[in-house]
């Protein structure tokens, strides 16, 4: 995976070929930044129970290492489900882990209305 920067405050994970990516790595630079930021990822089409139970829990202890600085700097996460809706069980968890982070998540259909979701998140923010 990658971070993708370049139309921040929108800020996409995107998935790569590249196993060296180190994305924990990226978004810690990004929360250390300071700046408020919204966080869109695409639903991918692997399904997670096949990822190795060692990087679930690497990612499980980066989030709660860096709670309270996502809770500071990320305005909202956002999952572009594509044609394809999110399941139930897997929607009730990422609500779940961003209620612990203290992030607004949000499900859409493109990346254009992601954009407009995070937009709209970033000016409530400030306001």
Known sequence: MQI???????VFIRETE???GDAAAELAALLAEGRQFVLISEQHSHDETHEPHEMRKARAQFFKQNKGR?????VA??????????????RLAAQGV??????????????????????NALA???T
């Open 124 to 126: 409530r923010r400030k």
């Open 18 to 20: 590249n196993p060296d």
């Open 77 to 90: 996460a956002i999952l572009i489900e594509g044609d394809v809706p999110t399941s139930m069980p897997f």
């Open 98 to 119: 961003a209620k612990a982070l203290g992030v607004d998540f949000h499900f859409v259909r493109d990346e254009e209305a992601a954009a407009a979701v995070g937009k």
């Open 70 to 74: 996502f809770r500071e700097f990320c």
């Open 4 to 10: 993708d920067q370049s139309r921040f405050p929108l």
